[in-house]
C-alpha cells in the first residue's frame, strides 16, 4: 500500500512537473501582443522595441496587434477574456487600468480580478507641447494665453482616463485654466492634429512627443520628470515652472489573461526582463524618453493596487470624474 501510495504520488508530480515545463514552452508558437491604442504611441513603440527580442529567447513569432477603441477599454478587454495560456498579452499605458475605475469609468471587466501583471516595462515622463503657432514658450507664456481666450485653447489627449489626459487636466486644474479636452484613439493621432494646429496642446509621453519637437513641428515647454531629463537639460520641470510636486509620466507594462499558470507568467517576466537589460535596448530607450523599468509580477501587482488607490484619492480631493 506504502508502495502504491509513492507510486501515485510520484507519477503526480511528474506530471505537473511536465505540465509546468509544457507549459513554458512557447518554440514555435504565435503571441500575440494587442496594444489597445492606435500605431505610434508609446505603448506601440515599446511593444514593436521588444516583441523580436523575446520572441527570438522563447523561440516564438510574436506579433504585435493595435485594437483602439473606447479609450483603450476594446483591445484590453479582448485579453482580460482570451485564453489564460500566455499566448495573448496586453501592452499598455497602465494607468487605464488604474485610473479609469477610479474616476468612474465602466469597464466591461475588472482590471484587478480578470488580468495577471507580468511586469513593469518603462516609465517616459509628459512633454507638455503646444503647436508653434501658439503665442507660448513658457508654461506661465500658456497660462496667460489661455487666461486671455478662455475656451479657445483645444487639448489632445490619447483617451479619457490616460495617463496622459490626467496629467492635462490636472495640470489645468491647478493653473485654473479652461482646455477643451479632445480624446482620440492613440497618441500618433492626436499628436498628428496638434502638429496640424487642430489642437493647440498636449501632455503626452516623451517617446512618442520627442521625434516632433526635435523636428521642429511641436514646441515643448516642459517635461513633467522630478529632475530634468538627461537628453534634454535645457527643458524645465513642470515643477520648477511654478507647480511644486507635478510629477506625471506614462508607466507602460505588459498582462495577461488572469488565471494564467505562474510559470507562464514567471517565464514571460524574465524574459522581458531581459530584453529591456540588452544595452543597444536600453540606450535607445534612454535617448528616446523612456526609461526601462522592468519588476517582478509580485512587484508590479503592488503598484496597479497603490496606483489605483492614489488616483482614487486623487478623485475625491479634485472632483475630477469620467463619464
Do not use: C
Not at 86 to 100: H, Q
Not at 167 to 177: E, I, N, T, Y
Not at 225 to 239: L, N
Amino acid at each position: 500500500m506504502r508502495l502504491l501510495i509513492r507510486s501515485v504520488a510520484t507519477v503526480a508530480a511528474t506530471a505537473l512537473a511536465l505540465s509546468a515545463v509544457s507549459a513554458q514552452n512557447f518554440s514555435g508558437k504565435t503571441i500575440r501582443i494587442i496594444v489597445p491604442y492606435a500605431p505610434g504611441g508609446t505603448s506601440d513603440i515599446l511593444a514593436r522595441a521588444l516583441s523580436n527580442k523575446v520572441g527570438e529567447a522563447l523561440g516564438a513569432t510574436v506579433v504585435v496587434d493595435n485594437k483602439p477603441g473606447a479609450n483603450g477599454v476594446l483591445g484590453s478587454d479582448i485579453v482580460a477574456k482570451s485564453a489564460p495560456d500566455g499566448m495573448t498579452l496586453l501592452l499598455t499605458d497602465v494607468s487605464g487600468l488604474t485610473s479609469a475605475p477610479a474616476l468612474g469609468a465602466k469597464l466591461p471587466f475588472d482590471a484587478a480580478k480578470d488580468l495577471a501583471p507580468i511586469t513593469m516595462i518603462a516609465y517616459s515622463p509628459h512633454l507638455a507641447v503646444v503647436n508653434p503657432a501658439v503665442p507660448a514658450r513658457t508654461l506661465a507664456e500658456l497660462v496667460t494665453a489661455s487666461k486671455a481666450k478662455v475656451g479657445s485653447f483645444s487639448a489632445a489627449t490619447v483617451g479619457a482616463g490616460s495617463a496622459p489626459h490626467l496629467a492635462g487636466a490636472l495640470f489645468a486644474k491647478r493653473a485654473g485654466v479652461e482646455w477643451v479636452f479632445v480624446p482620440y484613439k492613440g497618441g500618433a493621432q492626436a499628436l498628428t492634429d496638434v502638429v496640424a494646429g487642430h489642437a493647440q496642446v498636449m501632455f503626452n509621453g516623451m517617446l512618442a512627443t520627442l521625434p516632433m519637437v526635435k523636428s521642429n513641428q511641436l514646441r515643448v515647454l516642459a517635461v513633467s520628470s522630478e529632475k530634468r531629463w538627461p537628453t534634454m537639460p535645457d527643458v524645465p520641470t513642470v515643477a520648477e515652472s511654478g507647480y511644486p510636486g507635478f510629477v506625471t509620466g506614462s508607466w507602460q507594462g505588459v498582462l495577461a489573461a488572469a488565471s494564467t499558470p505562474p510559470e507562464i507568467v514567471a517565464r514571460l517576466n524574465a524574459e522581458f526582463a531581459k530584453a529591456l537589460a540588452i544595452p543597444e535596448i536600453r540606450e535607445r530607450l534612454m535617448a528616446q524618453g523612456a526609461e526601462p523599468r522592468p519588476m517582478t509580477s509580485v512587484q508590479f501587482a503592488e503598484f496597479l493596487r497603490g496606483d489605483t488607490a492614489k488616483w482614487t484619492q486623487l478623485a475625491k480631493e479634485t472632483g475630477i470624474k469620467l463619464e
